[in-house]
């Protein structure tokens, strides 16, 4: 596999690839809010990670990877899908529900503030200055994006909870994915996590 120094600059198609996932990642929140007036949540997110599971691990048996658990892994399995996915997209998905669909994705992506606290407190990292400036920084952009909603959503205590939960949850996932690694493909492991969830 080949890895890019922190200073090697990203090729073009790379760029591209950010730009789409970026767009279609933003086009999201308020898609599943339309959804969701029309769809149970819980129905609604299991049937995507039901689908999308299913999907990924055909994605995988069909380039000929394998899509089998090494063995004594089941638990790791089922905790890292309770985080990353079960708490992520259950409570993230009731929280969009109760909030403007721009309100929930800022609180969701609170998620790297957790991710770091987590990795102190699991994984003995340490807060460097530069990860304290960057965390300041996009919690200080969070809060000047929710700018007068602020006011709003402390009217839905319910939904402003489901989403920190979310991002607290999907936090604690990609800790405990760093401290409990296991030895299969990144597609068959998403696929698998997916599914579980």
Not at 153 to 177: F, K, N, T
């Amino acid at each position: 596999m080949t890895m890019f120094s922190p200073h090697e600059r990203l090729p073009r198609q790379g760029l591209l690839m950010l730009a789409a996932i970026s767009l279609f990642w933003g086009l999201n929140w308020p898609i599943m809010k339309m959804v969701l007036s029309e769809v149970p949540p819980f129905y609604f997110r299991s049937s995507c990670l039901l689908a999308g599971g299913l999907g990924m691990l055909a994605i995988v048996r069909a380039s000929g990877r394998t899509v089998r658990v090494p063995e004594g892994h089941w638990g790791r399995l089922l905790l890292l899908s309770l985080f990353n996915i079960t708490g992520w997209n259950m409570l993230a998905i009731y929280g969009i529900s109760l909030l403007p669909s721009g309100c929930a994705a800022l609180l969701g992506y609170t998620m790297p503030l957790w991710g770091s606290l987590l990795s102190v407190w699991i994984l003995g990292e340490r807060i460097t200055v530069r990860r304290f400036f960057g965390l300041f920084l996009g919690l200080a952009g969070i809060v000047a994006l929710m700018g007068g909603s602020l006011d709003g959503m402390l009217q839905e205590p319910v939904g402003v909870s489901c989403m920190l939960l979310s991002a607290w949850s999907w936090a604690l996932g990609i800790v405990l994915l760093k401290r409990l690694p296991v030895p299969m493909p990144t597609a068959t492991l998403t696929g698998w996590i997916m599914l579980l969830g």
